[in-house]
């Protein structure tokens, strides 16, 4: 039926029609507060629209949020993703909000990561989603998709520590090799107090300090070092303790290596070894061969375009 020109929709047909119409996809750019294990935790999302996979970012450290760079390696991410930043419990603006009721631990972060991981899954509808984890942050992934590989699309270590006293022990002797080849008698003397597993927060900064001089870097200072051991030192030695070759032989998600040629902070020849032995449904490793351990930084356009990559055709 017909009148003045238009047709006539039935009432209920106009209702089901505007019910079942497609959102339509829009830009997202929030910062927010959201709860996770029972505290207050700070995420940034960002993404060209909101429509596409989601893509969740866990930082290393631990403690060492990223959101005020992040730009720098996830900006052309963000045209293919929802990109997720997370402060972790007692970092960044997550650490201003709230303390932990609780000692920070594997266990604890780990659920928070889980808990992350399904927020957002739920947020945007998803069943699966991305995550990507450098340094301590792809130990933690690795630890999720043990957990949860049902949630995820795939997981994505970069430098991830994977048998860290190990990695420790390896990079102590090439650096004592270094020192007494190059007769460095500073470095040879403060080397000789190091002992792996590092017993005091001290033993970590002499271990950094010259791994980043014999890259020809500049070391962080003592009293950073020693500030940070103050919250995260038993977290670190707790994590280092875990050898992944071990604990987690196998993953039931497609696993992703992103590594650094020049890594002795996260040994890259152990990761390439456990690579090698893990099985997984899908596996494969990119090497980094520009770069040592923060290689998303160093290499951040190779970095992004992998990972854009990775999205099916």
């Known amino acids: 039926m017909t009148g003045g020109g ?5 009432l209920l047909l106009t209702v089901w029609l505007s019910v079942s119409a497609p959102l339509q996809a829009k830009p997202i750019d929030v910062a927010e507060a959201v709860t996770i294990g029972n505290i207050k935790q700070w995420i ?3 993404g060209a629209q909101d429509t596409l996979p989601v893509l969740l970012f866990l930082h290393g450290g631990p403690g060492n ?3 005020g760079y992040a730009e720098k390696f996830t900006r052309k991410l963000q045209r293919h993703f929802v990109v997720v930043q997370w402060d972790q419990r007692e970092s960044g603006k997550t650490a201003r909000l709230n303390s932990s009721p609780v000692p920070v631990s594997v266990s604890v972060m780990e659920s928070d990561a889980s808990e992350m991981v399904d927020y957002l899954r739920k947020r945007f509808g998803r069943d699966k989603i991305f995550i990507v984890g450098h340094s301590w942050g792809g130990f933690l992934a690795l630890r999720v998709a043990d957990l949860h590989p049902e949630w995820l699309s795939a997981c994505v270590a970069v430098a991830p520590m994977i048998q860290q006293w190990e990695s420790e022990r390896q990079t102590l002797a090439w650096l004592q090799e270094k020192a007494t080849q190059g007769n460095k008698e500073e470095a040879i003397r403060e080397l000789s107090q190091v002992k792996v597993p590092f017993q005091a927060p001290d033993e970590l900064y002499l271990h950094r300090k010259w791994l980043a001089i014999f890259a020809g870097k500049d070391p962080v200072s003592r009293a950073y070092v ?4 103050e919250k995260w030192f038993a977290l670190y030695r707790e994590a280092c303790g875990i050898n992944l070759f071990e604990t987690l032989p ?3 998600c497609p696993v992703y290596f992103f590594v650094g040629r020049e890594d002795r902070q996260a040994s890259s020849t152990i990761t390439e070894a456990y690579y090698r032995s893990v099985m997984a449904q899908k596996k494969e490793l990119i090497w980094f061969t520009n770069s ?3 290689l998303n930084l160093t290499e951040p356009i190779k970095f992004q375009d992998t990972l854009i990559g990775l999205l099916p055709n």
Not at 6 to 10: A, D, F, K, L
Not at 226 to 229: C, D, Y
């Open 6 to 10: 238009r047709p006539y929709i039935p």
């Open 44 to 46: 940034q999302i960002r």
């Open 65 to 67: 949020s990223v959101m």
């Open 226 to 229: 020693l500030k940070w051991s």
């Open 250 to 252: 196998k993953l039931h």
């Open 292 to 294: 040592g351990h923060s």
